[in-house]
């Protein structure tokens, strides 16, 4: 089946896809039109396989540091060349969001939560979803699938098809 166009210029309907595929990965569950659902759905499986065949991809480094006057030396892991590479293709494809502030959360306290996570929606990607559908593949034996659609009918207004996508498990 040929991409759909959703109606949109080539730039507006790839904005809009990330945007929305962004948001799926970040919340789990998205409603919108059932076509723009197929469409996000094409997107958000490839990202997941992605980051399921490289999240284990790491590398431990010696590094020495410099700690009140001593060298230390301090070991890091960084990722391998695989996973920088599916990490790049993954921040050119998703939005960066941010962690939103929690409810009654000063602004020291946010800083301190989310003061090493650059990018949270990519390190969820690596670090919940990976290993999670990668764990589901070894019990079930399968790949893929990760995501869900359910038709809910006419949208009120412009009595689109509307839909509900969402993560599985």
Known sequence: M?????????????ALLKNQ??????????????????EIQKIAEKYITLAINTYQDTVEVQKTKVIK???????????????????????????????A???????????????????PLIEKMFNDYAPRFDKRAQELGQRGGYTTIHK???RRGD???????EIIG
């Open 21 to 38: 595929v962004s948001q799926l990965l970040w919340l789990g569950k998205l409603e919108t039109t059932y076509a723009r659902a197929k």
């Open 159 to 165: 009595a689109a098809e509307a839909a509900i996508i």
């Open 2 to 14: 040929a991409n759909r166009k959703l109606g949109r210029a080539t730039d507006q309907r790839l």
């Open 69 to 99: 006057g001593v060298e230390t030396k301090i070991t890091v892991v960084n990722d391998g060349g695989k996973k920088l590479a599916a990490r790049r293709k993954l921040m050119a494809g998703l939005a960066d969001l941010q962690e």
């Open 101 to 119: 502030k929690l409810p009654k959360e000063t602004k020291l306290q946010y800083k301190v939560r989310t003061k090493d996570v650059k990018h």
């Open 152 to 154: 809910i009918g006419l």
